[in-house]
């Protein structure tokens, strides 16, 4: 009798995707944190992502650029774990209607990526980033660094009792707009590298190497950033900003920033985000395959 494979459950590749994100988020932290200093960075303080490492190092200690990371790692397990699984329920559903696994996966990632915004990520970018950007002035270089945020429940408190519950949800519509186009772009990109690239169709059974789920998912998580990043330099200036605001909405920020700034500074932060977005992917991909895989081999039939 032949073998026949298990496609592994919904349940299962959320599971996969706690894992990808909490060893994403260990890695790769000192990046993002550097990321949300350049995107803040209106005086030209830091020339570029090193630069910007090495001086938090010196004048606030090592450790900061870990500052966010508890966040950072319940928000991207908790994404993760969200992101696979709906992503999973989606595209089942779509497939249904749509008799197309390549535009089935655009359109999977784009609801899948829709939804976490809502549900997960803006409220948690909120206090990651405030918490980034904590003991550290951007609008006056004269003023004393402080310590607002003791951490990040104390921050998420903070927020909600000086400018509403609501603010949680700050950057609302860019994060949308970035998490959609990131995850239609990377789902969709994935899928096609495995089956032109490596012959690989999902549930096939074919077993892939793991670096070259790491370079799909390299190569998958940098399509979005690079098209997308003006409107996450916009959730981070709108997030970061209390109840005195310099930026009314999305539309607002994005031609205040040009104007001002000039058009380039909507791509503050490009090499660490794509640096991190990237390697992230490459890492979570390769946890995700290897996790789905090793369950669909014990359940082989």
């Not at 969709?188 to 059974?205: D, P, Q, R, V």
């Amino acid at each position: 009798m032949s073998r026949q494979e298990k496609t592994a459950p919904s349940y299962v590749k959320a599971l996969a995707g706690i894992s990808g994100g909490v060893i994403e988020a260990i890695s790769l932290q000192p990046l993002d944190f550097a990321k949300t200093r350049l995107q803040m960075d209106k005086r030209g303080k830091y020339k570029n992502m090193f630069d910007c490492i090495s001086k938090v190092s010196r004048r606030e200690g090592f450790f900061a650029l870990y500052k966010g990371l508890t966040p950072l790692i319940t928000h991207l397990g908790i994404k993760y774990c969200f992101r696979f699984g709906s992503f999973d329920i989606y595209k089942k559903n779509t497939e249904k209607v749509i008799q197309n696994a390549m535009c089935a996966s655009f359109i999977a990632g784009l609801g899948s990526g829709i939804t976490e915004s809502i549900f997960i990520v803006t409220p948690f970018e909120v206090v990651k980033t405030r918490l980034q950007m904590s003991h550290h002035s951007m609008s006056d270089p004269s003023e004393i660094s402080r310590i607002k945020y003791k951490g990040p429940v104390h921050c998420a408190l903070t927020v909600v009792r000086e400018e509403g519950p609501t603010a949680l949800w700050k950057g609302l519509t860019p994060t949308m707009i970035r998490q959609g186009s990131n995850q239609s772009c990377n789902f969709m990109t994935f899928y096609a590298l495995n089956k032109y690239i490596w012959n690989k169709e999902i549930g096939s059974g074919k077993k892939i190497e793991a670096w070259k789920s790491f370079v799909n998912g390299v190569i998958a998580g940098s399509v979005g950033p690079i098209l997308n990043n003006p409107f996450d330099v916009v959730k981070t200036r709108l997030m970061v900003q209390g109840n005195n605001k310099e930026y009314r909405n999305t539309i607002d920020c994005l031609s205040k920033v040009s104007q001002i700034e000039g058009v380039t500074a909507l791509w503050k932060g490009i090499v660490p985000r794509l640096t991190r977005t990237a390697i992230g992917q490459g890492i979570a991909w390769m946890t995700v395959m290897k996790f789905v895989e090793f369950w669909e081999k014990k359940h082989e039939i």
